[in-house]
């Protein structure tokens, strides 16, 4: 799947997904803390519109794609993640913010 996008992209992301993560509370070689803060849903929410942005901005995918690549090689994907993220988003309001 990486194939297809720039590597710049894919670092970016990381970086906010990590950034994100570990800003919520998840730090390296500590205990993960008993609820997520908000950050965590918020990554997972940076993903899931990123992964639409890709799929239905031309200007996204021009920044995001490789050229000469098209967002048809990489919509499987891209629906696994939305409907990934999308099911963890709504998972994670269930449990930690309802309960």
């Given amino acids: 799947m990486a194939e297809g996008f720039k590597s710049s992209f894919i670092i970016a992301l990381v970086v906010v997904w990590n950034a994100l993560f570990i800003l919520g509370g998840f730090l390296p070689g500590k205990p993960p803390p008993e609820e997520p803060g908000l950050l965590v849903p918020l990554a997972l929410a940076v993903v899931l519109v990123a992964s639409f942005a890709v799929d239905r901005s031309p200007a996204f ?37 309802v309960a």
């Fill in 61 to 97: 995918q021009r920044w995001v794609l490789k050229p000469g690549r098209s967002v048809g090689e990489i919509r499987p994907a891209l629906r696994l993640i939305q409907l990934t993220t999308g099911l963890l988003l709504v998972i994670f309001a269930i449990v930690f913010r």
